[in-house]
């Protein structure tokens, strides 16, 4: 006996024999996870993905150094105001209202507020500095006053930078404001707690005011996964429930199936939380995975335990048959699944690499559960209702069994692959590389829309009831606010960091070096590139100022740009009214600067990256693109990347697996690599699908793949492990296919229609990013379903041909019609090719399968008459 076997059987007899000790210890280990669920802590949003993102990096830098309304080093709050006009008198009150409550309230801590009208005030009365000051200045401002004052402060550059693109400086007007509030916290302060009181005292102000900013964001980000989980987790579990009410038609046997899937997501989760890892959306799909892979060994291990107790066989000896056969394909699908989640940790992307760790640890989990509580307590459970006679018996019957309709249909499958099983998997094999080379061609999406809530409720929210109705959400459309109202928005513009010193002769002409010649996607005027740069505060200053003007001619020895004194040069600016305009593209030090340039709106957001790299290239010092659509292309980058390097490192991991373990488990390493190819298959035709589909990879379904591997091993491996036990039990090749497709086969059925609907219902979910999620898990369960009991039995009747040399089995003829899929061979005929049991072990074979004695109703074959 191999040491493999030693254990295995070691394990299953603690399990039979001690059944109250495995249960209680394995509840006691729920109580012990469950208080770490509460430390689960949340993380949502795009921010998760640029941790050390290189171009994510730069462009912190930029809105720390050049654009602090929106990402200084201090907690800052934003306080978008819309009116008719937001400069006449109830306009700028309704403002600065809003501001002095917020001053108010000690535990907001305001330091500065940047607002037009803030400055308004200050030229009516510039000695007023706390808000109530700067409201009565407008309140006893006579209309003319308050018509000069608007004037006045229109001729500061930065007045107009916070008022919308509407705004009108001859007529004094502007639909839309924005005010800055910077708060006088440390960085790591809750924004998300100062940002919803703040909004809390918007709301009882006058004005249409909203407050927006990073917490609350975050604060959106958050609830939509959960008002997410709140509609799809209700509907899941109803699909969930009600197929496996079915699949068990026992309560006792549904009951028990239930707990134990509570267990393993209470033991993940727990685990999760005690080791400090935050529920991200990756995260989303470790439970719909838990749930998939401990229903199919649920439904297998009671299908497998009636294929034993309709034989008459006792509770106990039917579990030690049961789970001694099924620990061997529960273990190898376990090790090889969390091998090919662990291979997520090659990515650079850190939710990704605990996505794999979660993964790898909730499979293992669902392996002790399913291996040791759910045998454990059926047994309990059994031996309890047998010494009560007044219990009733419910649903005995495996799930395929003979008479069933899955019975009589699933062995027609293999009709699909007569008669010639090879030239049947060449064709398939043929036509996986043609679905992967059309695959290989699927788009790699991320941006902050995937994660933001919608706009606009899906129409069936309306027929849920109040207690699952999600919350008003409101960040995406101040985002559409923003973009359309103010020039705030780098929709169609890339950013280029730069950092050296500035005031270098040479910084500025070097600067137009780089925007001569532009890239095709980039907007160009006269053979240069459309630019902001701090050439820009140069060229306004010297339009107003004249002694300027003759500094910076002066500063220009041959003409052109000036390439001297540029340490003046900014000195003055920082002296004048530009002071704000300059400081948007030169930081304090002049060691470091930004340019902004225009892109095409059509163009492909990989060109413009690639171009605007190449543009980095071009500067002196240290230069690197950044900006949404960079760093936006760089993390989808990433996670295609992310997504490939896994897969390889996945599969070439669970190849290797594989053939250790069924070379350990069953002395035949070779069949490891023959259970991978229905697992290609599902892959190859799953990406196929996304693209056919318009499905990119983004943040979420980048994890595709990875389920795809579980799946597919899991169920091609009880397929495998099934016919092997058959095989070399008879030695038939046919009579295995047969019998591993009606038993497994059944209750694969169970596992693919439980899961498959059951998350399938995540299409219900809020944000689109899920529910393309649930459709592609729905749809890789179904792939691997069929491919294990469509392509898997044809190569599993080549590989026989091929190691035991029954090349006979290359062509089965066709079908006799019988409505089995198999011709069974003339009563008498002897067969002496030594299969399994050895060279000139005979076999009789009968005409009829069910002839045999046993209990020919319920199709049970007694094999010692085989």
């Given at each position: ?813 066709p079908d006799d019609g019988a409505g089995d899929g198999f011709d069974w061979l003339d009563t008498g005929e002897v067969r002496t090719d030594g299969g399994a049991h050895g060279a000139g072990t005979e076999f009789e074979w009968v005409t009829d399968p069910h002839e045999v004695e046993g209990d ?11």
């Open positions: 006996m191999r040491p493999s076997e030693k254990l295995f059987r070691a394990v299953t007899d603690r399990v039979v024999e001690y059944p109250r000790r495995v249960v209680i210890v394995c509840l006691l280990l729920t109580l012990a996870f469950a208080p770490g669920m509460a430390l689960l802590d949340s993380e949502a949003g795009s921010d998760q993905f640029v941790e050390d993102n290189p171009e994510a990096d730069a462009l912190e830098r930029v809105n720390e150094q050049f654009d602090p309304a929106f990402g200084g080093e201090e907690p800052t709050t934003q306080l978008i105001q819309q009116d008719a006009n937001v400069l006449d008198r109830n306009g700028l009150l309704a403002m600065l209202e809003t501001v002095e409550r917020l001053s108010e309230r000690d535990e907001l801590r305001v330091e500065s507020v940047s607002a037009p009208a803030v400055q308004v005030a200050g030229e009516l009365d510039p000695e007023a500095e706390t808000p109530a000051e700067q409201r009565e200045a407008v309140e006893r401002a006579s209309p003319g006053e308050l018509e000069a004052a608007v004037e006045a402060a229109g001729e500061n550059p930065a007045f107009g930078s916070l008022l919308s693109e509407d705004y009108n400086a001859e007529s004094g007007t502007a639909s839309a404001s924005l005010g800055v509030v910077t708060h006088e916290f440390p960085e790591e302060t809750d924004t998300q707690a100062i940002q919803l009181e703040a909004e809390g005292v918007a709301e009882r102000t006058t004005g249409d005011i909203t407050v927006f900013g990073s917490g609350i964001i975050d604060a959106e980000f958050e609830a939509v996964i959960f008002d997410s989980l709140a509609i799809v987790v209700p509907a899941a579990l109803a699909v969930i429930l009600g197929l496996l009410a079915y699949a068990y038609r026992d309560p006792f046997d549904f009951i028990l199936g239930g707990v134990a899937l509570m267990m393993t997501v209470v033991w993940t989760f727990g685990f999760t939380g005690y080791a400090g890892i935050p529920f991200s959306d990756m995260l989303i799909a470790v439970p719909v995975l838990l749930l998939a892979i401990g229903i199919d060994f649920g439904i297998h291990t009671v299908n497998r335990y009636r294929e034993e107790r309709i034989t008459g066989a006792h509770p106990v000896p039917a579990m030690r048959i049961s789970l001694g056969q099924l620990v061997v394909a529960y273990t190898i699908i376990a090790g090889t699944t969390v091998i090919g989640f662990l291979a997520n940790l090659t990515s650079d992307l850190e939710p990704l690499r605990e996505f794999g760790v979660v993964a790898g640890i909730g499979i293992a989990f669902t392996l002790v559960i399913f291996v040791g509580f759910f045998p454990a307590a059926k047994l309990v459970v059994d031996r309890w209702r047998a010494e009560r006679d007044w219990v009733p018996s419910f649903g005995t019957r495996p799930l395929g069994s003979e008479g069933s309709v899955l019975g009589r249909v699933l062995p027609g499958l293999s009709r699909i692959s007569r008669p010639a099983p090879g030239v049947f998997l060449i064709v398939v094999l043929l036509l996986t590389a043609g679905a992967a080379g059309y695959g290989s061609g699927v788009d790699t999406t991320f941006d902050d829309e995937d994660f933001l809530p919608p706009s606009e409720e899906p129409w069936y929210v309306e027929y849920f009831p109040e207690p699952i109705q999600p919350a008003e959400y409101t960040v995406t459309e101040t985002i559409d606010v923003l973009t359309e109202t103010f020039e705030t928005a780098e929709d169609d513009t890339i950013t280029i960091y730069i950092e050296d010193r500035m005031t270098a002769d040479t910084a500025i002409r070097s600067l137009e070096r780089a925007e001569q010649d532009p890239p095709t996607t980039f907007i160009e005027e006269d053979g240069e590139a459309r630019t902001e740069s701090v050439t820009d505060p140069i060229d306004a200053y010297a339009e107003e100022d004249p002694e300027f003007a003759q500094l910076v001619e002066d500063s220009a020895l041959d003409g052109g740009s000036p390439n001297r004194n540029l340490d003046r040069i900014y000195g003055e600016l920082r002296a004048s009214d530009f002071e704000a305009f300059t400081d948007e593209y030169l930081t304090e030090d002049d060691r470091a600067t930004r340019v902004i340039f225009e892109v095409e709106a059509d163009a492909d957001d990989e060109e413009i990256t690639a171009d605007a790299r190449t543009v980095a290239d071009r500067y002196r010092g240290e230069a690197i693109a950044t900006g949404d659509i960079v760093v936006f292309q760089s993390v989808a980058d990433e996670i295609f990347e992310s997504a490939i390097t896994s897969l390889a490192a996945a599969l070439g991991l669970a190849s290797v697996f594989l053939v250790v373990l069924f070379g350990l488990f069953l002395g035949r390493p070779s069949l490891g690599l023959v259970t991978l190819i229905p697992v290609s298959v599902a892959i190859a035709t799953l990406t196929a699908t996304m693209r056919f589909a318009g499905i990119p990879f983004n943040a979420l379904t980048a994890t595709i793949l990875a389920i795809t591997i579980g799946l597919g091993v899991d169920y091609t491996v009880h397929v495998a492990h099934r016919f092997t036990d058959e095989y070399e039990a008879t030695g038939d090749v046919e009579y295995a296919v047969r019998t591993t497709l009606q038993g497994t086969g059944g209750a694969l059925t169970g596992t693919m229609g439980t899961t498959a609907l059951g998350t399938g219902v995540l299409v219900l979910a809020i944000t689109p990013l899920l529910g393309q999620f649930g459709l592609l898990t729905a749809a890789s369960i179904v792939l691997a379903y069929i491919a294990a009991l469509v392509v898997l039995p044809p190569a599993l009747i080549v590989w026989v041909a091929i190691v035991d040399g029954r090349w006979g089995l290359l062509w089965l003829g020919a109703e319920e199709g049970v074959i007694d094999e010692q008459n085989c």
